[in-house]
Structures are given as C-alpha cells and as structure tokens.
C-alpha cells in the first residue's frame, strides 16, 4: 500500500550479505526505521537461512548470492571478510548501476583490496566499519538496537561519489550510530590497538588457562571474578570472524603486538628484580588513561562494572 | 542499651588495620550485621582518618596501630600487602590473648610470611582473600554490599586453631560471601592465572597505549568500545595493593606469565605466516571456557556485559 504523502524510503531495496550477529542486527534495525521498502538476504549457512526466514527479519532469503543482489539499490557485506572476495566476485556482475555496496568489516584495508576489483564501475562502494558487538554470534543473537550510541567509522576511497557516502552515513545515523570518516589504513591502525590486540590477548590468556590441569582449570573457573572473567567474555568472539580479522591486519597487528611485547617483558624483568618503583609508576599512569575513557563518556565511571575486579 | 535477648555480636571489638575501599567496605557490612559491638579502625593516611570519621563508619579512629587494637578481639588487615610486616610490628605486643587476626591481601605465602614472625603465641592467625573488589579506591569508594555473592578463601596454616577459622568463617557467610578453605601455595597459583596475570596485562596494554603518540592516543580513547575499555577498567585499580601483589607473588606471576608469553609467541608466529586453521582452532577452545564460567554461574550469558566486544 503505497501512501502519496509518505517519504519514501532511504533505499528501494537492500540486500544483507550474510545475516550473523551483524546482519541480523542490522536488518532488525533497518526495519524498525522503515529504510528500505524490502530487505533481502543472501545466506549460505544452512542453518542462519532456515533460522533468518523463521525469524522474519527480512523479505525473502537467497542461496544465490547473484540472485540476491539482483534488483537491489543498497549491498551490505555482513560475512567474515575472508569470504569477501570470492562473494562479491560471485554477485558483482548482477548488480545494478547506481548500486551502493557497502561492509561491516573490522578491518579495512583488506576489504578494499578484496572487494574493489569485482565490482562494476558504475557501482559505489563505501566501506564501513560499526564499533558494536557482542560475543554471540547467528541470526538470533542480532537486535535492533545494538549499534545505539555506537561509533560507526566509513572510509571512503578518494574519489568516492560523495552521495553513496551521505546515503551510508544517513543509515547509520538513523539507527543510532555516530559516524566518523577516515582512511582505511588509519583505521586499520587504530582499531588495531583498541580491538585486535585486545581480542588476541583475551584468546591467549584464556588459552594459557585452557592447557592447564584440569583441577587447576576448574579453580579458574571458579574464581574467574577477579579479573579473568572480562577476558573470557571477549574470547568467546566468533572464531572465523577473528581468524580473518588477524589475517588480514597482519601487519598493524604485529606492529602494536611488538611493542605490546616489549612493555610485557620489561615489567616481568620489573618483577622479577623487584623494582616497585617502576611497576607503581606504570600503575599510576595507567589510570588516567582511564580517566580519559570516562570523560570521553566511553565508559562508566562506576555502577554495572562495579563487581568485577581484585 | 544492653538487651539482655539480644545475641551477643560475634565480636566485642573489631580493629580495621586501614580503611580504604575494602576496609571501609567490610565495615560497612560489619555494622549493617551488627557482627561487632564496637568497631576501631588504625588509619595512617591523613585524609583517610579524616573521611572515615565523617563517614561515620567505625566508631573510633586511631593514628597509632598499637592502640587500635588494644583490647580487641578481632583485627582484620587490609592496607596493601607490602605493609604488613611494619604494621604488625608496631601492634603485635598490643593483640591481646585469644585475639583473632586475619587479612583481606590477595596474595596469601607473603602474608603468612610477613605476619606471623610478630604475633604473640596466643593470638589465631586466619589469613583470608575476598575476592571481590572495584577500581575504585579509598573510604569513599566502599560499599557493604561488595562481598555478596563472592567468594572468600580462607589460607589457615596447619594447626590453626579450628574455633578462630569456624568464627571468620561466620564473619564472611553472614555478609553474604561463600567461603572456600585452601593452603595458602595453591591460592597463590590459582590467582597468579585468574588475577593477578590478568592485571598485569592490562595494565600493560593500556601503559603501550599511552605511549603512543597523542592523536592516536585521543582515538584510542574514542574508539574503545571495541576491546579495549575493559582492560583500562581493570588497568585503573588501586597501583600501590598492585605493586605489592607482583612483588609479593612473584614466582607464581613469572610461572603463570611465560606459559602466556610462549602462546602469545606462537600466536605471533601463526598470524605472521598466515595460519588460519591455528588460530581459528584456539579461537574455538577458548569459547568452551566461556562456557563453563557462565555454568558455573560467574558471568552473564549476556545482558549488562552486551555491548562491549568488537
């Protein structure tokens, strides 16, 4: 039922690449803001096709990548991107000119390198990146409010039909987020730092945890409140979403693991010589950084994190 | 008023040895269960004393430890573990006959050690460790409710007298804690890996991150919801009880950290030649862990913690 004096929507018809946490999310929210007139999905997971149809997040669900780009003037890639290429290689003929391609991806660099050469020259392609997650994973785990109050970065290649980029921006505004833009390799820098090493350390230590005695190991569990529980929350992230991530930010990743190392093995030289003075150095600064978080309002200052440390 | 009905508090006069979040906590919970009928506490930091008579948290405040626990029959340390050996020094030939001490240090060998060269023969010694803590600290930051639903090990050395233990034990059930018993060695091991490792690494994180030149700086900051806000929250917790800790549990903390660093080596390694199989394998244990804290009931599936990976 078409109203005459209803404003149409953003997008006429907008296809989801994939349909996990992300997707899902994403398509709960374009729904709650009217921002396509339908929503399809392509999903190649048994499983998240059967489970997407029956949640009746989206209008209709394709096998066919091809077929579910078809027709559609928005494409979000919501898959790990090491499934980018051989995708959008797969649909990147069938789309329509005018289209605007966009992703989610945590890493940027790569997924221009991946993306770009399959898709036709009429076509517009903004990547972007939503600072939101969680670690569930699959089309139930989505909801639509999930990217609320949350960084969203795009970074646009030069030459960027600066239209696509407001169009992407306007959708991720409207559902919540806050958009930055920058260039992808900066990004790729910074959420090095702030994402990827943070994600390899909570793997890591929780693997540590992992090989002990089994005794030992359930001690772990038990008394995980004081401090180790905050890591496993983060290394229950989607496997294959992180493989890929590590992957394909090889080199920002080590770079920042480096010098990750380095701090380490000066504060176990530190303990093990005993020298107090440097370790409450170090504490103390440490601290404002924090501090900085929470005048950022990128945390809170107290309240549901208060039961978690010691 | 005596009330010749009432059951007599637990204790007749209990001395906190300092008074910051932990101590002013457990006084708090000590007067909301009336588990003392009068409550003392020692405070050498001037502005400690002063909040803690405003706050009106105990009922006296003593400068000088020896007269502090003058008379008591419970005296409970909780000033950072480095501390200890001076403090006890000082008021040792004070404690009373039948006294009971014990302590809230999360490190239990070096207490045992430092503690128990100064305390008359008639005086019980229960070495404890809430776990239970913010990265708050001070008077102010103290809350009764803190220890609820937390454990608390209690580390008694062989022949510790089974009445004093019984009575800590009541101590800790009656502000809402489970009590758990173990030998002060393996507590120290358990909470190198659950704690104490965990600590360390984000302090170090975040001390890498704080090297980093300012604008980058300023966009870590921004950007870190991705990972990185939950390791500056445990980063931000109290520098001199956490210089004190790593001095004081060393062998466990240099044990626990180069099984760590070993993994993290051939994390590095598989991320450099690209080992996707390797890493997505790990990635997958470690979701296991997740597991079986959320069975044991020591996290949430999801809910508060919802918004804070990737």
Same mark, same amino acid.
């Given at each position: ?9 953003? $997008?006429?018809?907008? *296809? ?24 399809? *999905? ?7 096709? !059967? ?13 066919? =990548? ?5 027709? *559609? ?19 990147? =003929?069938?789309? !329509? ?22 898709? =036709? ?11 939101? +997650? ?17 960084? *969203?970065?795009?970074?646009?290649? #030069? ?23 920058? !260039? ?13 090493? =943070? ?8 693997? #540590? ?18 401090? $180790? ?16 991530? $590590?992957?394909?930010? @090889? ?20 303990? @093990?010589?005993?020298? +107090? ?7 103390? @600064? #440490? ?7 929470? !005048? ?15």
């Amino acid at each position: 039922m078409s109203d005459p004096l209803k404003k149409p929507a953003l $997008f006429r018809r907008a *296809c989801l690449i994939g349909i996990g946490l992300i997707g899902s999310s994403l398509a709960r929210a374009i729904r709650a803001h009217g921002l396509a007139e339908t929503l399809v *999905c392509h999903s190649a997971a048994d499983g998240s096709k !059967e489970t997407a149809q029956k949640l009746g997040i989206v209008d209709e669900v394709y096998a066919d =990548p091809a077929e579910a780009v078809r027709g *559609c003037d928005l494409v979000i890639l919501a898959t790990p991107i090491g499934a980018n290429a051989a995708l959008v290689e797969q649909f990147g =003929p069938a789309l !329509e000119a005018g289209a605007i391609v966009t992703d989610v991806g945590s890493v940027k660099m790569a997924v221009v390198r991946d993306v770009s050469p399959f898709l =036709p020259d009429a076509v517009h392609f903004v990547p972007g990146h939503p600072i939101a +997650g969680t670690e569930h994973s699959g089309p139930e785990a989505g909801f639509a409010e999930l990217f609320q109050n949350r960084w *969203c970065i795009l970074t646009p290649p #030069t030459g960027t039909d600066p239209e696509a980029v407001t169009k992407i921006r306007t959708l991720w505004e409207t559902i919540g987020s806050n958009v930055d833009v920058m !260039e992808a390799g900066h990004h790729d820098q910074v959420l090095a730092i702030t994402s990827h090493l =943070p994600h390899l350390i909570a793997y890591t230590i929780v693997g #540590t945890a992992d090989d002990l005695e089994d005794v030992l190991k359930q001690e772990v569990i038990k008394y995980s409140a004081s401090g $180790f529980r905050d890591f496993t929350r983060i290394a229950a992230s989607d496997p294959t979403m992180w493989r890929d991530v $590590f992957l394909n930010n @090889r080199e920002a990743v080590l770079e920042v693991l480096q010098r990750f190392t380095e701090d380490l093995t000066a504060l176990q030289r530190a303990i @093990r010589w005993g020298e +107090g003075e440097t370790l409450h150095a170090l504490f103390s @600064r #440490t601290r404002q950084i924090r501090r900085g978080i929470i !005048e950022a309002k990128q945390a809170y200052g107290s309240g549901i994190a208060k039961f978690e440390t010691q």
